[in-house]
Structure formats: structure tokens, C-alpha cells
């Protein structure tokens, strides 16, 4: 719909799982050198600054990638790699309804139609409401901001600052410039998306409570969106027949404490691609939806659980962080084996122990 292929946003993080599809694709030589490879997250208590847990990614089983990037070089990647394989990309062409079978009508009034319609036409789709009919989402009296700065530190870390009602979190982004999503619980209503503008002095009062170190961060802050953070169950309907589907956020949108919309979006396409091509495309999604939705329901759920989390008021966050240390020096690779089975999945070798 956009008058041109571009990026709004900040940045993101590909876990394993999403890497893997990348690798399958052949686009990742692309996106890590416009990236910056992950060594760590690091689970930090928000006013005072102090360490809690560090998840050490050099733990990850060999072959398994972790990286930060601005969402603009994904977007390019995997631009380039599409029109390599011959993808025709039209922009500035405005979805309005699904029609019959195969088609759908445009803003103009024109109607297009192809072998395959897919919805990955995001939080608002098109195409998902076609299939399941409108259901309002719930606010979860949350907001973010997002935004990026410039920063010297280079070190390749995720750093989450939990306090009472709120967290940010951070990571470089390369090229001098690091990312900033700070969530607040409050009961004032934000629009959804993250095109929307506010005036940096709110977040700042909003973390005033916080480290130094978070507070120099928002203190470099020019520019800030600001949205809403609401939930939306996973789509009953994902097919119709072999002539629709849809994927990503249209299927399954997931509040961002897991760090796996893209992750998982990129997941979906590669297994809708193979069903798209199967002799019975209406069996295939059919079978491909049925076996994608236990995965993605739980990955929405866990993102729901780390959002409560992250926001614990005293003695309840004293305690929570007091067995979060214990762990991680009993057990320091306990957190991420027991993430194994989110970021341990390789989408790419299933659809090979399927054919």
C-alpha cells in the first residue's frame, strides 16, 4: 500500500529460529553483514541497575544465530532476494476487500485475480477478517515507545530493565546506533501501530525512577513513537480452501516481550511456500495451519507471561529476582534450554523430514 518499499520502525532481533529460514532462503551472508551477531541478554533490575541474569547466547548449539538489526536491512534483504527470483512488487495499490475465490478488490474498484491470495497484510488484515469475521482486540493497558539513538557501546548485548509497571529494553544496532523500546503500564489509551508521535520528555518521566544508565539513553532521545500494546487471539481461520491464506501478524499478532513476529512470520512463509506448491494446495494449508497454530498460540502466550514479568512491584520483584540469580549461578544455561523448543525449531529442516 505504501508509495514505495520502505521501513518505519526501529530495530528488531532474528533469534535461531528465525535465522534459520534466512540461512534456507540464502539471504543470510546479507543480513548479518548489515547486523550486529548477539553475545548476550542481560536481565537488569531497572532502578538500581544491578545484574539479575545474564543468558549467555554462546550457549546456543552450534550453527545457531542470534542477531540485532534495524528493521530498513531486513526489509532490503529481503527485497533484493525477492526481486532476484523474478518477484514482480507493486507499491502504492491499496487492498480493500477479499472477493471470490482467488481475488480481491482494490481501493479503485478494480479486481484482481491470482492462483493464491495471501494476507500478510498485519494487525489490521484485509484478509484475516474475511476468514474470521471482526473481533475487537484488548487493550492490555500497556504502551510503548520506540526509538533509536546514538551510542558509542558497542557491545553486543540485550539489556531488559525491569521495574515496577514497566521496562525498557536495548540493544546496538551497528553503525553507531543503538535501539530503545520502553512498555509502561497505564490505563491512558494509545492507538495501535507505531507510526504515532510523542514528545520524548513522557518517556523520560516515565523511567525517571530508573538507572543512570537508562536515563542517559533517554536523554539522547529526539524522536519517539508511540502505540498501544494490544492483544489479539490467534486466528480460528488461516485458509480457504487452496486459494487464501494468510500468515505473520494477520494470523497470530504477538505482543513484543519474546521478541518473535518477525521470527515467526518468517517461519510461516517458508511453510506456506511449500504447501503453496503441493499437488493438493487446499490439503496442504489446511495441514500446514493445523500444525502451525499449537507453536505460535504458545509463543504468544509466553510473550504474555514475560510482560507480566517484567513488571513486578516490590517484595514480589525482590523474590522473583533472588531465584533468577540463584539460577543463573547453579544453573547458568537453564533459561535457554528451556527455550529450546522456540528457538531450537528449524522450520526449514521439518518441511525436508516431510517430503
Known sequence: AAAEVREVGAGLQISPNGAAVLKALGLWPAVAAAGV????????????????????????????????????????ALHA???????????????????????????????????????????????????????????????????????????????????????????????????????????????EGWSHRDDPAAVRAAFAGFSPRVRTWLDRVDEVGLWGLFRHPVAPVWQRGGEVAILGDAAHPTLPFLAQGANLALEDAWGLAAAAMAPDRAGALSDWSAARKPRVARAVAGADRNARAYHLHRPWSDLAHLGLRGIGLLAPGLMLRRLDWLYGHDETADRERRR
Not at 544491578?50 to 531486513?74: K, N, S, T
Not at 487492498?95 to 474498484?109: E, T
Not at 476468514?131 to 493497558?141: D, E, H, I, K, W
Open 37 to 76: 551477531a548477539a553475545r548476550a541478554v542481560r536481565l537488569m533490575a531497572g532502578p538500581s541497575g544491578r545484574e539479575v541474569l545474564r543468558l549467555d547466547l554462546g550457549r546456543l548449539r552450534p550453527g545457531q544465530d542470534w542477531l540485532f538489526i534495524h528493521r530498513q536491512a531486513l526489509v532490503s
Open 81 to 191: 532476494g525477492a526481486a532476484a527470483a523474478g518477484v514482480r512488487i507493486e507499491t502504492g495499490v491499496r487492498v480493500a476487500a477479499l472477493d471470490s475465490g482467488a481475488a480481491v478488490r482494490l481501493a479503485s474498484g478494480e479486481v484482481r485475480a491470482a492462483d493464491l491470495v495471501v494476507g500478510a497484510d498485519g494487525l489490521h488484515s484485509v484478509v484475516r477478517q474475511a476468514l474470521n469475521g471482526g473481533v475487537a482486540p484488548f487493550f492490555t493497558m500497556q504502551v510503548a515507545w520506540r526509538g533509536v539513538i546514538a551510542d558509542d557501546d558497542h557491545a553486543a548485548v540485550a539489556e531488559v530493565h525491569m521495574g515496577p509497571g514497566r521496562h525498557l529494553v536495548s540493544y546496538p544496532l551497528g553503525g553507531g546506533l543503538r535501539n530503545l523500546v520502553a512498555v509502561e503500564a497505564r490505563r491512558t489509551w494509545a492507538a
